[in-house]
């Protein structure tokens, strides 16, 4: 039998189904394989053993009973931004250090009650605000195709921990980028869903018009097994779509025959790797060969996107930070001498560099005689990005384009530089200004064996189409099973 920890979500269903495997032996060889390499690349900020282990009897239980579903047994690593019950929730902030929510987000009760199994929460950057995971209160994580370099970020330990094979599968959350480019630098899916199909009840909020939770997984196939267990209406998100699932592992299955692929020429511009360019065309090739059409298309107002979001992003956070005040929930400074005193020591010990000067920035863009200047003007830019996506989709049924200009890049080469920092995310940007779904997916390696992603975009709530093209284009590089050794 092939190496269990190989196997994707439905080869697995088949050997514990068929009896060849069952979740407890399964979780086992997970929290054995964290044990071995986590060392090395810091995924996790907790290792949930003794849940893991409960979740994974229960799990064959239901597949005794013959009441499987795809994700019964399979064990998942969770990104620490969003909210599971009694289990630290961390946002690798100091500020949520001991946190335990008194709660579970949505997304968890559905893959509880689906028997799914949880090995832990995944290292981010603080309040999922950063490129790179090196914003975490706590430690760097590692990529795990080269321990020099950063994993991407904010959801770097999600992406890591699936690359590196500590999890099938994991879940994140995309505000700017952040499932996309860490899946993009490590080498496996991630996909950011349309905004409002996926329930944002118990993700811990960072800039609330644009946060959504998604899949990370090694193959298309998964990504959409995945999103169909936790995507669905739920009445405790204001946002979320009243909107049945659609079957998304049944749309891997579509040929791609006649499908008009969009190529956006303001995505394929100087600054950009020259190898990431090079992987992106080849796939394109693949593409055509495969029977799509590539049409040139312009997205004009995708220069502005990154100043829009950075207003945007920060105006949203400055607000939703604020409820930390050592009060409510989370850190509280111990020496202070009055209320004010203790509100200022608990958010300067509390919150790293990184999430101050987005508080920072996001007051000023909301404050009185700036507030029209930043914020509304942000907010019409944003309505030009929506036109340019909506102009495009009628010339074509995706986009194909880069997910970062370049491959992953050393720990500590662009820490000190925050704009530098803020400028890799302009390929990812726009799809959460417009609220449309992206999906970024392994198409090459550079020279170094970095891996590359090429980034697929559609219109609202067009998963379906984003997953016949990936898939196809999946199978038509036949990239898979091309894993990071690490022991
Ligand atoms: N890198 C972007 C930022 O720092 C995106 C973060 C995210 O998507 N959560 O804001």
Same mark, same amino acid.
């Given at each position: ?6 196997? /994707? ?13 069952? $979740?407890? %032996? ?16 810091? !995924? ?15 799990? &064959?239980?239901?597949?005794?009973? @013959?009441?499987?579903? =795809?994700?019964?047994?399979? =064990?998942? @690593? ?19 250090? &001991? ?13 509880? %009650?689906?028997?799914? #199994? ?58 700017? /980028? ?10 496996? #899916? ?28 090694? +193959? ?10 936790? $995507? @669905? ?15 998304? $592992? ?23 790797? %020259? ?10 090739? #693949? ?12 997205? =004009? ?39 004010? &005193? ?5 958010? !300067? ?17 909301? +404050?009185? /005689? ?52 803020? *400028? ?12 449309? =779904? ?7 390696? &550079?020279?170094?064996? *970095? ?9 609202? *709530? ?13 199978? /038509?590089?036949? *990239? ?8």
């Amino acid at each position: 039998m092939k190496d269990v920890l190989d196997m /994707g979500i439905s080869e697995l269903r088949n050997a514990m189904d068929e009896g060849k495997v069952s $979740a407890q %032996e399964l979780t086992t060889q997970y929290l054995d394989r964290i044990e071995a390499v986590d060392k090395k690349v810091r !995924a996790y900020v907790t290792v949930t053993e003794e849940v893991a282990l409960s979740q994974a009897k229960a799990a &064959d239980e239901m597949i005794k009973k @013959g009441k499987a579903g =795809p994700l019964t047994g399979i =064990p998942l @690593g969770i990104k620490d931004v969003i909210c599971t019950k009694g289990i630290p929730t961390t946002c690798s902030s100091r500020m949520l250090k &001991d946190f335990r929510p008194p709660f579970n987000a949505t997304v968890m009760e559905r893959l509880a %009650e689906q028997g799914a #199994v949880m090995l832990g929460k995944l290292n981010m950057d603080e309040f999922a605000m950063g490129s790179s995971t090196e914003n975490s209160a706590f430690f760097e994580t590692r990529n795990p195709w080269d321990l020099d370099r950063i994993p991407g970020g904010s959801s770097g330990g999600s992406a890591a921990a699936v690359a590196a094979r500590m999890c099938v599968a994991s879940l994140g959350s995309d505000t700017g /980028g952040s499932i996309r480019q860490p899946a993009s630098h490590c080498g496996v #899916v991630g996909l950011k869903p349309t905004y409002g199909l996926v329930s944002r009840y118990g993700l811990v909020a960072f800039a609330s018009s644009l946060d959504q939770i998604g899949p990370l997984t090694r +193959s298309v196939e998964d990504a959409a097994l995945l999103l169909e267990a936790v $995507a @669905g209406h739920d009445s405790r998100d204001s946002t979320s779509l009243p909107r049945p699932v659609p079957p998304f $592992a049944k749309a891997c299955r579509q040929a791609m025959e006649g499908l008009r692929v969009g190529i956006p020429k303001e995505y394929f511009i100087d600054g950009v790797q %020259e190898e990431v360019v090079g992987s992106i065309r080849q796939a394109l090739r #693949v593409m055509q060969d495969m029977g799509a059409e590539l049409v040139d298309i312009s997205l =004009p107002h995708t220069e502005y996107a990154i100043a829009t979001y950075y207003i945007i992003a920060t105006a949203e956070a400055s607000s939703n930070l604020s409820r930390y005040d050592g009060v409510k929930y989370g850190f509280r400074a111990k020496d202070y001498s009055n209320l004010m &005193d203790m509100y200022k020591e608990t958010r !300067a010990q509390g919150f790293g560099p990184e999430v101050k000067r987005r508080i920072m920035l996001g007051t000023y863009c909301l +404050s009185a /005689g700036y507030y029209d200047a930043f914020y509304k003007k942000a907010s019409q830019v944003r309505t030009l990005i929506v036109d340019d996506f909506k102009k495009a989709f009628k010339e074509c049924d995706v986009i194909a384009a880069p997910v970062a200009p370049t491959t992953a890049f050393k720990i500590g080469e662009k820490v000190n530089d925050p704009l530098k920092m803020y *400028l890799s995310d302009i390929f990812t940007i726009p799809v959460n200004l417009a609220g449309i =779904p992206g999906l970024s997916l392994p198409c090459g390696f &550079d020279q170094n064996g *970095l891996p590359i992603g090429l980034q697929l975009m559609a219109g609202h *709530l067009q998963e379906e189409i984003l997953f016949t093209a990936a898939s196809n284009l999946e199978k /038509g590089l036949g *990239l898979n099973n091309r894993w990071p050794d690490l022991t």
